[in-house]
Nanobody, 115 residues
Framework: QVQLVESGGGLVQPGGSLRLSCAAS????????MGWYRQAPGKQRELVAS???????TYADSVKGRFTISRDNAKDTVYLQMNSLKSDDTAIYYC?????????WGRGTQVTVSS
């Protein structure tokens, strides 16, 4: 059974930074894609950032220039560095691994941006 475990969420003041981690129970080396999604209360889940095979990255317009996605294949872990956080970034952040034609999801980690 594939497991993804997110960590690194918490409470941070506006303008602060957090780094989320997502550790996978399988090798991410040949994964088609890994991504970070978020869901705020009353809103649909949205793609925040993704990293594809070949390390191509994509970002939602709302986080470009502030968030950076990266991966460490040796640790089977993907990261999301979040800087200049805003209250609008408050959400549950989920990690998603796409491999073998399936999407695997973590349980999420809460990020709250508030003064």
């Amino acid at each position: 059974q594939v497991q993804l475990v997110e960590s690194g969420g918490g409470l941070v003041q506006p303008g602060g930074s957090l780094r989320l981690s997502c550790a996978a129970s399988i090798s991410i080396f040949s994964a088609y894609a890994m991504g970070w999604y978020r869901q705020a209360p009353g809103k649909q889940r949205e793609l925040v950032a993704s990293i594809l095979s070949g390390d191509r990255t994509t970002y939602a317009d709302s986080v470009k220039g502030r968030f950076t996605i990266s991966r460490d294949n040796a640790k089977d872990t993907v990261y999301l560095q979040m800087n200049s956080l805003k209250s609008d970034d408050t959400a549950i952040y989920y990690c998603c691994l796409t491999k073998f034609g399936f999407d695997y999801w973590g349980r999420g980690t809460q990020v709250t941006v508030s003064s």
